[in-house]
């Protein structure tokens, strides 16, 4: 099964290796900016979506190549790597022969809502009896040329902590799972402040744009 895994992880583009050699560089990784009503109305009927929680925390990315971790680093440019190592919260070694680019939220466990900056992280870091508060919830395969949900699953397999989500194809659907995060009955593990839907399709991903900073074929929705 990783062999269908590894011969569906593209080479990494130009823009996503500057990414990752100049941190410092980056920008902040944003979704669409489009009114969440006129978004989802563009779609078809047969349109696949997975929802998934916006998880409160920060934003990182996580790099292996030759199935060793390389690096670690947020969208301002820190290199997390070292510290985020010594938690054993992600896979040190993975079973692939490419090298994978993955996106996913460093957050606090104890489901506290608060942003978490890199200060938050480090001070963390050094009282040990806090190391346990931290997680990494991995939810992109940026290299991968398989759709967003076998990508997930694909994640899971090789040891990360993937988000929980649901699939539906109905927009009203995506309303009733947004009262229930309301009313705290959905994705309850997590500190979250709504939803992000994604649509699943690989090849409606590329239609709509897919790059190291800017996710157009995913939206968030506030609860």
């Not at 104890?110 to 190391?131: C, H, M, V, Y």
């Amino acid at each position: 099964m990783l062999d269908h895994f590894n011969n569906n992880l593209r080479k990494l583009s130009v823009l996503e290796i500057k990414g990752i050699e100049y941190t410092n560089k980056i920008k902040r990784t944003s979704l669409s900016k489009a009114n969440h009503k006129d978004w989802l109305n563009q779609f078809s009927l047969k349109t696949r979506f997975i929802i998934e929680p916006k998880i409160i925390g920060q934003t990182a990315f996580i790099y292996y190549k030759d199935g060793l971790i390389k690096k670690v680093f947020t969208t301002s440019g820190e290199n997390l790597t070292t510290r985020i190592c010594q938690l054993n919260i992600i896979p040190k070694q993975l079973s692939l022969k490419k090298e994978i680019l993955i996106r996913g939220q460093i957050y606090d466990s104890n489901k506290r809502k608060k942003s978490l900056s890199i200060n938050n992280i480090n001070k963390t870091l050094e009282i040990k009896s806090n190391i346990s508060m931290l997680s990494i919830c991995c939810y992109q395969v940026l290299n991968s040329n398989l759709n967003h949900f076998n990508s997930l699953q694909e994640l899971q397999k090789l040891g990360f902590e993937i988000p929980e989500n649901e699939t539906t194809k109905y927009i009203n659907e995506i309303y009733i799972y947004l009262e229930l995060l309301k009313r705290s009955l959905l994705f309850k593990k997590y500190p979250c402040e709504g939803l992000v839907i994604k649509v699943n399709s690989k090849k409606l991903q590329k239609q709509m744009g897919d790059n190291l900073f800017k996710l157009n074929w995913a939206i968030s929705i506030k609860s």
